[in-house]
């Protein structure tokens, strides 16, 4: 019992650090939440700088391209201005309306894939609503299923508290049980006691009335002596009254009167005597006659008595047999009863490492729920990303609007400074020098317009090269965001798993509640049926007298027998025919009388036998 508390309290305690302990696993998981999802922020981010230093780059790219095949150009424009080429026959202007054409092939091209690309953009935006919805749904559906696991757990915890309201029953039926038997041997070991104190005086009772038939054997044998003693005396008497006259005819002559009458009273003396000798034996015949019936008759009720105690002592082996077998029973049923109290701990340690599970299950669901509720966010925010990201493509398609209606602008320009050219190398021809539609550029402004063309190439370069460190530097968060991400997708890849297990494990628990629910169940009829059973035993086994009566009956026994009680005045005396006794039935009332009327019998024996001793010492 007290490691069976100690084992409650342990569970208690346990139980307690971990109610304790849920609130701050929930704490870290709500903050391992706020952080991934500052992650997930901070990779959103990092992937639009990404994509916005991706366009600006390629902007880049495709403006420096753009410089440096308009420098090229103007390049081999001047050498053919110099050498005095006309616009027909030059290259540059040729390659210029290659160039031009190519720059609006592309603008077409980049439109046409915009157009395209906006149109998967609306696509996988109906995807992820159509998502979305999915994870509404399944987000409700494990809100759902949590909270029928709540109602698990507290269906569990009930049938806990139940389980220890009946393991409770169970030690005081126990101790209950214990009590009896204790009871039980105890009344069994006094009524051995009472019966074997009962067995010696029947038996000492038995010796003596053998010594008092020995002693009626010898005064029988006393009898016989005496009357044959008496039958000798008579027949002496008669042959000396024979032969009385014959010896007085003889003796007349020396024999005086005197001598005749003094003889005639020794005989008469004589004969009284042995009258009185003759009555007091026929006397002592008649009275050893009598006290032979009454040892007979004292005998034969000795036998009987003798039986009785006999099938006493039958009924008290058979009783205490069918104690035994009680006691046999009830200990088996207690063995039973603490298996099954074993086997009803080690499932209440289960159900508590089930509801333990059930709990962290749940916390899970909850987390997981929480997770989805978090993807349902980032749709929605990858969906406002889709948005932005459209709007973007929106922007370049404007942006390449305007750099085709520059390239055409600066297209014209070309073709008016060719045209410009053709007049002023016609005009250099027709020696019209000083004709105002003429242009006039020296070797300064040239170098001062090949320095600014290469100064922004430079330019050009050193802001790609920026762009691509800023790229490389975007890549590196890009990947330390994928780690992360990946981490998170096993993290939660691993809590599907567990919630899975969980519920399987709730549904086993379900499953090995209902198996406890029935085993408890049949142990309970087992248990009322085999209480009926004894109690009906109980009644059968003891019809004189119930347990309590037999209790108050031994503590009086008890008593009496004790020095300090009130002794009766035979040694012989039944314990039932005490007058401490209370009420008992007619059969004891009847041993009473009889027994009193018995011993009332032998004082009159010694009377006898003390007036017989007296006579024969007078």
């Not at 038995?206 to 020995?214: C, E």
């Not at 300090?564 to 004891?588: A, D, I, M, R, Y």
Request: glycine share 2%.
């Amino acid at each position: 019992m007290m490691m069976m508390m100690q084992r409650r309290k342990c569970i208690d305690q346990e139980l307690e650090k971990l109610q304790e302990e849920i609130p701050i696993f929930k704490k870290q998981c709500e903050e391992s939440e706020e952080a991934k999802m500052q992650v997930l922020k901070e990779l959103d981010g990092t992937r639009r700088l990404i994509e916005e230093l991706k366009l600006n780059l390629e902007r880049a790219q495709t403006e420096e391209q753009q410089a440096r095949q308009d420098s090229e150009l103007a390049k081999l424009r001047v050498e053919e201005m110099e050498q005095g080429i006309a616009d027909e026959a030059s290259i540059a202007t040729k390659a210029q309306l290659e160039v031009a054409k190519a720059r609006h092939a592309s603008a077409v091209s980049e439109l046409q894939t915009v157009r395209s690309e906006l149109e998967q953009l609306r696509a996988d935006y109906a995807v992820l609503v159509s998502e979305r919805d999915a994870a509404v749904r399944k987000a409700e559906e494990a809100v759902s299923e949590s909270k029928e696991v709540e109602k698990c757990v507290e269906d569990l915890t009930v049938e806990l508290i139940t389980m220890k309201q009946n393991l409770e029953a169970a030690h005081a039926a126990h101790l209950e049980a214990e009590d009896h038997r204790i009871g039980a041997d105890l009344a069994r070991e006094q009524d051995t006691l009472y019966w074997e104190e009962e067995v010696k005086k029947a038996k000492d009772e038995i010796s003596r009335l053998n010594q008092q038939i020995l002693s009626a054997n010898e005064l029988k044998s006393d009898l016989q002596t005496a009357s044959a003693l008496l039958h000798d005396l008579k027949a002496e008497l008669a042959a000396y009254m024979e032969t009385k006259p014959q010896q007085h005819e003889e003796a007349d002559v020396g024999i005086t009167h005197s001598g005749i009458q003094a003889a005639v009273e020794s005989t008469r003396r004589e004969i009284e005597e042995l009258k009185l000798q003759a009555e007091k034996a026929a006397s002592e015949v008649n009275c050893l006659r009598l006290t032979a019936a009454s040892l007979e008759t004292e005998l034969e009720r000795e036998k009987a008595e003798l039986a009785g105690t006999q099938q006493r002592e039958e009924m008290v082996s058979i009783i205490a047999a069918s104690i035994e077998a009680e006691l046999n029973r009830t200990r088996s049923d207690i063995s039973l009863a603490q298996i099954k109290e074993k086997e009803a701990r080690e499932r209440m340690v289960e159900l508590t490492k089930q509801l333990q599970v059930v709990a962290q299950d749940a916390n899970q669901a909850k987390s997981l729920a929480e997770t989805r509720q978090a993807e349902l966010w980032r749709a929605k925010e990858e969906a406002e990303q889709a948005k932005a990201e459209a709007n973007t493509i929106d922007n370049q398609l404007h942006a390449v609007h305007k750099e085709i209606e520059a390239a055409k602008a600066a297209e014209k320009l070309a073709l008016a400074a060719m045209n410009a050219l053709e007049e002023s190398e016609s005009a250099r021809k027709n020696k019209e020098w000083d004709s105002p539609t003429g242009v006039k550029i020296s070797l300064e402004e040239y170098y001062e317009l090949s320095k600014q063309t290469h100064a922004a190439e430079e330019e050009a370069n050193a802001r790609i090269a920026a762009a691509m460190s800023q790229i490389d530097v975007a890549k590196e968060s890009e990947l330390k965001s994928m780690k992360k991400l990946e981490d998170v997708n096993q993290q939660l890849a691993g809590k599907k798993k567990a919630l899975e297990t969980a519920v399987q494990k709730a549904e086993e628990a379900k499953g090995g509640k209902l198996a406890v629910e029935q085993e408890l169940r049949k142990w309970r009829e087992v248990h009322e049926e085999r209480r009926r059973i004894s109690e009906s035993v109980n009644r059968n086994s003891c019809p004189r007298l119930s347990f309590e009566d037999r209790k108050e009956h031994d503590a009086s026994i008890l008593h009496h027998r004790s020095p300090k009680g009130n002794v009766h005045e035979s040694n012989h005396e039944n314990p039932f025919t005490q007058e401490g006794s209370v009420e008992h039935e007619p059969s004891l009332e009847a041993t009473k009388t009889t027994k009193k009327k018995r011993r009332s019998f032998f004082p009159r024996i010694f009377m006898f036998l003390a007036r017989k001793k007296s006579s024969k010492t007078a």
